[in-house]
């Protein structure tokens, strides 16, 4: 099955990839901006939004899905933008595929295994039942006996729906990413390279990406440049847009 997407103007493509539990509307503002100048192909990876649900998400599977996404839509070459979860698989898609890919730029994440660091997130989302609240608000109240960000809160209920019975469900495979959140934070060691142009962009207050995966990124990507968005946490592209929107426009017109 090929992942759900949405394609927007038209040009060179730039496959955009959201992170964990997103959606193809997760970096809307980037892709409003991008889509006067390109072909923008927004997706929703496996286990999240319309895309299929499938057991594994391993990124050499999560790579694969988006090289079978470019062969369907015959497109030899694309750039890639990745957030988070989504960068790690915009870095293995480079590294599996590198003829494919024009250039990388990753959103606050490193090529590395993380420790876990959404036991609160999982908590939270087991909390709301599902089949019993009437409201979103009812949903709220459940995920923040969790979780106490009002920014975290939104964004996870930005994911809650209606379905066709008329009770709440989630756009993403909760169990499914439970049961896989190891490979999900997992980075699976590859002698390999990708010799083209990369930009990390990091947030400031983030510790997504620190002075220790320097080496892993040199040692994966040896053109990698990185830019540093001050002000800002994990979800830079969504609390400092105008700037993160320029520095991603400025890199792609300079390759």
């Known amino acids: 099955m090929l992942l759900n997407h949405k394609i927007y103007g038209q040009g060179i493509p730039v496959i955009v990839i959201h992170g964990l539990f997103g959606s193809a509307t997760n970096l809307g503002m980037l892709t409003k901006q991008l889509k006067t100048d390109y072909q923008v192909i927004a997706v929703d990876v496996r286990n999240h939004g319309l895309s299929m649900r499938h057991h594994s998400m391993h990124y050499d599977d999560m790579a694969n899905d988006i090289i079978q996404l470019l062969d369907h839509l015959a497109i030899e070459q694309a750039h890639i933008i990745g957030h988070s979860m989504g960068g790690k698989i915009a870095m293995r898609t480079a590294l599996n595929f590198p003829t494919r890919v024009i250039s990388l730029a990753i959103a606050d994440i490193a090529p590395v295994n993380y420790p876990p660091r959404h036991d609160n997130v999982f908590a939270g989302l087991k909390n709301i039942p599902l089949t019993d609240i009437n409201s979103r608000s009812e ?40 049961s896989q959140y190891d490979v999900i934070s997992d980075w699976p060691e590859v002698n390999k390279q990708y010799d083209k142009p990369v930009l990390f962009i990091k947030g400031m207050n983030s510790d997504y990406i620190t002075n220790a995966h320097k080496s892993a990124i040199a040692k994966y990507f040896p053109q990698a440049k990185a830019k540093l968005v001050q002000g800002t946490g994990h979800w830079l592209h969504a609390e400092k847009p105008v700037i993160f929107n320029k520095i991603i426009v400025d890199f792609l017109f300079s390759h």
């Open 139 to 178: 949903a709220q109240e459940k995920l923040a006996e969790h979780v106490e960000e009002a920014g975290v809160q939104q964004f996870l209920l930005k994911g809650l729906y209606k379905n066709d019975q008329g009770n709440f469900d989630f756009h993403y495979a909760l169990d499914t990413i439970i």
